[in-house]
């Protein structure tokens, strides 16, 4: 049975804070994985572009001892070179995460702030928020 205007309103921004909630999640998850799996390449590339003596020239020691405009640029090179398969890897990571812990499962539909009679959250669903429909299974015959 649909719900009154009032009760809709109120169920439509408590959808939505729980859909931007998982978002931001999502989107923490993602940052965190992609930062740690990308670190030597943001390394890498910075030390490159540090000691380079067009780019920012520093003055450290291990600049002028070791890294030359040459082996600056080689570094510079590398952490591009790297930077491909690395982000193949983090968005496997992410994805693989991701379906384990079902969190694309979490968003819920705003078809549930119109009508009354929803499916609640039960703790032994494996999920860790609501999922409506999700202890139905599927099948492609009849």
Same mark, same amino acid.
């Given at each position: ?9 109120? +169920?439509?921004?408590? !959808? #939505?804070?729980?859909? =931007?909630? *998982? ?18 390449? !943001? *390394?890498? *590339? ?11 020239? =520093? @003055? /450290? ?9 040459? =082996?600056?640029?080689?570094?510079? !090179? ?5 930077? @491909? ?10 994805? =693989?995460? /991701? ?13 549930? /702030? ?11 669903? #494996?999920?860790?928020?609501? /999922? ?8 492609? +015959? *009849?």
């Amino acid at each position: 049975q649909p719900r009154s205007p009032c009760c809709c309103l109120a +169920w439509t921004l408590l !959808i #939505g804070t729980m859909n =931007s909630l *998982v978002f931001l999640l999502n989107l923490l998850l993602m940052f965190v994985i992609f930062t740690v799996v990308l670190l030597p390449t !943001i *390394v890498v *590339v910075y030390f490159g572009f540090q000691c380079h003596s067009q780019v920012l020239h =520093s @003055s /450290a020691r291990y600049c002028k001892s070791i890294l030359d405009d040459n =082996s600056s640029s080689a570094l510079i !090179i590398l952490g591009f070179v790297i930077m @491909s398969p690395l982000l193949v890897v983090a968005m496997a990571i992410y994805c =693989s995460l /991701a379906r384990r812990l079902q969190l694309l499962v979490c968003f819920q539909p705003y078809s549930l /702030a119109l009508y009354k009679g929803g499916r609640c959250c039960r703790p032994g669903q #494996g999920a860790p928020c609501c /999922a409506r429909g999700r202890g139905r299974q599927l099948k492609a +015959w *009849v």
